[in-house]
């Protein structure tokens, strides 16, 4: 007997194993692997998806039938079916959570409630309550109490019942177009009337040459240079017809570039390319690292070796670490490639995603660039994996499915014999200490791609030095200010550094030192000038700025610390007509205003591009030669053993943004810790020196990439209670788990409190531990289904941050 194995929309312990059911007569012809289905689950339905389709001996058991299918298509291939099974155990997710993970938005279903009438009701109900209908919607809170109690009385006498409907999401939208419907005879013989307009004749000579072509109204418009009213008119006289069409929304198309050419390579280029193309000709799967400074050329490279991907009839996915970094990408990769070019990111509409993902699946697309989510892209028969600035903690997703975009890459390029490329000017310590292992082939390219472009001149600045010397905690030095102000004068751009990572400003009593926390979360307020509050960037709560201190009554309250709101106002007054702009969250926040940031800082409409980490990554723009990190220490002192190196590649990679082209780059580093190691070899744009220093430190610390971590975190509303369970955890590994393994904690974690819950945690730190799957495995079934309902475990393989 046919059976399919399906996996319910429903992320739970006890649903995250596969259900049997018996197939339908009309599908048993049907290939039912990978698709949607609606099941029968208890005394309901829900959404799932068909893992396996297998042969079962006719049985005494009882099994339930699939009631449908939900799509034409399946959406998951053998490919996705497997990845989604090994990632689910690899992150210790619900399965259904990482094929959700995989799939647009738009395949969630939403379960809608509903009442439908089944025995006699009184004409009066069947009115008030079903407006005249069988089934209608149900909304609890659209009743009163004396309707709700009617509603379930007649429940209770099985008048009517309680429904659920699966509402499907990924309807193809269409649009309204508009074609002529007139033959050629009658066209003519309309055009010569004298009564006519000149719109009119415009559009039925423009309808004679164009038979059979489908258009929306505001298109034609625009085309024909005419007003709609005079397209709804000739609607309304029969000239036109209207049908609908499915329409795609397409992100890419609209971007306009002009076609560029490959150049010709650098040495250093020419080089990486010959030994990645004679990998991917021969289908090799291997991984490469590829160490080039900050303007070497790295992108340049993917573009080609994407172009021979494609020429040997292969795909290629292209990840890049963050939304900012997409619209530069596109466009150079579509100037390349036209058409055959997605893109998948996370400010896409659920439609666009859609039907971007569609277009994949079908292989209308050979090449997709997107963020961390995009390495589920279904491309088939993928030929080159490249994840660019490999080193970026975005690439890891931090809530369930806890995977990083890496892994995730390396499984698929071995399942289609690919060639995945890392690339960075600073890679993470875990790949290039692979790379020192022989795991992957390391390439380097230690050149300026640009002839005659070189790394810019560093300088250190210390800030105890300029605050004593001035008395004052200026978020300027002199030697800062001098450069930005001769840089307006030369029409040339600068760049400056904000780190906010760690603590940006808040307000402080200058009398008691009483610092306003958000009641929810155990962090201080953020200060906003623009909105005169302070705000909890965890929680979202907000209060009014405080006159006075509310433990002592005294005025002083100050503000502590630097934001980039307040850098700018400060900037605004130190130089006259400087002009500046701020790229940060709260300016980015509207759809477009990113892209319009970037290419008004490109068309050299501002001196100044003011931000947060996001101006530290990628970004090339010729005539920026100068960079300033204006706090470059702040988070350093973080409690997390990868401080040093987040610090190092942020600076180096800043650093990296001037002096792109012929004219040479200044960097000004501002900092109170000018001996620090990071901050010194950050200076010298020197990785490799840094890659030691740092591996010696991880070496003493039995850290990263000497051993492996996983962080295991429990929360909940009551402290007493976390805390009583946390320590259950370390109860029930320790004893399971290699005596090799290190167990550090429990500990409260470096933000305690949360949104009202508080947080304990314990890291694992091992090198191999046979035990280990299992014994976490079953912390996450057995052990996790015994606490108590609002107390959550999560556990976390790799993570980022121990924060
Ligand atoms: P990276 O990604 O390594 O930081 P980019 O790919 O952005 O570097 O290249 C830096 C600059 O060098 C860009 O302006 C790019 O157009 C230019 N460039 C890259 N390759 C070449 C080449 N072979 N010849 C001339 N210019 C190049
Ligand atoms: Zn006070
Ligand atoms: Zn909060």
Not at 169 to 186: C, D, I, Q
Not at 607 to 625: C, H, S
Not at 698 to 722: C, E, K, M, N, W
Request: a positive charge; proline letters at 4%.
């Amino acid at each position: 007997m046919k059976t399919v194995s399906v996996i319910v929309d429903l992320p739970t312990r006890q649903t995250n194993q596969p259900f049997t059911y018996a197939i339908p007569d009309d599908l048993l012809d049907f290939d039912l692997l990978g698709h949607r289905v609606r099941v029968p689950f208890g005394r309901r339905f829900l959404m799932g998806y068909v893992v396996a389709v297998d042969q079962k001996p006719a049985g005494d058991f009882q099994l339930k039938t699939i009631e449908s299918i939900v799509d034409k298509q399946p959406i998951l291939n053998h490919e996705m079916l497997a990845l989604s099974d090994w990632l689910a155990r690899y992150v210790f997710s619900y399965r259904v959570q990482v094929i959700q993970a995989m799939l647009p938005n738009a395949f969630k279903p939403r379960y809608l409630k509903g009442l439908k009438i089944v025995g006699d009701v009184s004409k009066e109900l069947r009115q008030t309550i079903f407006l005249g209908n069988d089934e209608i919607e149900f909304l609890a809170k659209n009743y009163d109490p004396q309707q709700t109690a009617m509603i379930n009385e007649l429940i209770r006498q099985g008048k009517i019942v309680q429904t659920t409907t699966i509402e499907k999401k990924n309807k193809a939208k269409t649009v309204k177009v508009l074609s002529a419907k007139l033959s050629a005879g009658e066209l003519s013989e309309l055009l010569k009337s004298r009564r006519r307009s000149e719109a009119q004749k415009k559009l039925l000579i423009f309808l004679a040459d164009h038979e059979n072509v489908f258009f929306q109204s505001k298109e034609l418009a625009d085309i024909l240079d005419i007003s709609v009213s005079t397209i709804a008119t000739a609607e309304k006289n029969n000239w036109l017809e209207k049908s609908q069409m499915p329409l795609t929304r397409n992100p890419v198309k609209n971007i306009s570039v002009k076609k560029t050419k490959a150049v010709k390579l650098t040495a250093d280029q020419q080089s990486v390319f010959d030994q990645l193309l004679a990998s991917i000709t021969k289908g090799e799967n291997k991984t490469f690292l590829l160490e080039g400074i900050t303007g070497s050329g790295k992108t340049e490279v993917y573009l080609q070796l994407i172009e021979k991907t494609i020429a040997e009839g292969k795909t290629a996915l292209l990840l890049v670490p963050e939304i900012a970094l997409t619209p530069q990408m596109i466009r150079r990769v579509k100037a390349r490639f036209l058409d055959s070019v997605a893109l998948i990111h996370s400010g896409l509409s659920d439609g666009q995603r859609l039907d971007q993902w569609e277009e994949i699946r079908d292989g209308k697309i050979k090449i997709v660039i997107g963020t961390r989510s995009a390495v589920f892209s279904p491309l088939s028969n993928i030929g080159l994996i490249i994840i660019d600035e490999e080193h970026e903690t975005n690439y890891k997703q931090e809530d369930n499915p806890r995977y990083h975009a890496r892994d995730v890459a390396l499984w698929r390029a071995k399942y289609h014999k690919a060639v995945t490329l890392l690339g960075s000017a600073t890679p993470s310590l875990e790949s290039r200490a692979r790379a020192q292992k022989g795991l992957f082939q390391l390439l380097t390219m230690k050149h300026r791609a640009v002839s005659g472009a070189v790394l810019p001149k560093v300088s250190i600045v210390d800030m105890r030095e300029v605050w004593q010397r001035q008395h004052a905690d200026s978020d300027f030095s002199p030697e800062l200010l001098d450069a930005i102000k001769q840089r307006q004068l030369n029409h040339e751009q600068s760049i400056l550094l904000l780190n906010r990572r760690g603590f940006s400003s808040f307000v402080m009593c200058r009398n008691c030192g009483y610092v306003p926390h958000c009641p929810n979360c155990n962090v201080s307020l953020t200060l906003h000038m623009d909105s005169h509050s302070l705000n909890c960037h965890y929680c979202g709560y907000e209060e009014a700025i405080p006159n006075t201190c509310p433990v002592c009554g005294s005025h002083q309250i100050r503000y502590v610390g630097t934001g980039t709101e307040k850098v700018a106002a400060k900037l605004n007054s130190l130089i006259t007509g400087i002009k500046l702009v701020r790229l940060d969250q709260d300016t980015t926040r509207k759809k477009g205003s990113l892209e319009k940031i970037l290419s008004d800082f490109a068309a050299r409409k501002y001196d100044v591009l003011l931000g947060t980490q996001m101006v530290a990554k990628g970004l090339d723009f010729p005539d920026v030669t100068l960079v300033g990190a204006i706090n470059a220490d702040v988070g350093l002192n973080l409690p997390d053993y990868r401080s040093g190196e987040k610090t190092f590649e942020l600076l180096t990679q800043v650093a990296g943004r001037a002096g792109r082209d012929q004219k040479t780059g200044e960097v000004i580093i501002q900092s109170f810790n000018p001996d620090n190691y990071a901050i010194k070899l950050a200076a010298d744009q020197n990785y490799e020196a840094f890659y030691k220093s740092e591996m010696l430190l991880r070496h003493l610390a039995d850290y990263p990439p000497y051993f492996y971590t996983i962080q295991i975190a429990v929360s909940g509303p009551d402290q007493f209670l976390t805390s009583q369970a946390i320590d259950q955890v370390s109860a029930f590994i320790r004893p399971q788990l290699d005596p090799k393994t290190i167990v550090l904690g429990p500990t409260p974690k470096a933000i305690a409190k949360l949104r009202n819950r508080y947080y304990f945690q314990i890291i694992l730190k091992y090198k191999a531990d046979q035990n280990l799957e299992n014994t976490l495995t079953s912390l996450q079934t057995d052990f996790a289904e015994k606490l108590s309902k609002n107390i959550y475990l999560s556990i976390d393989r790799d993570p980022v941050s121990f924060i």
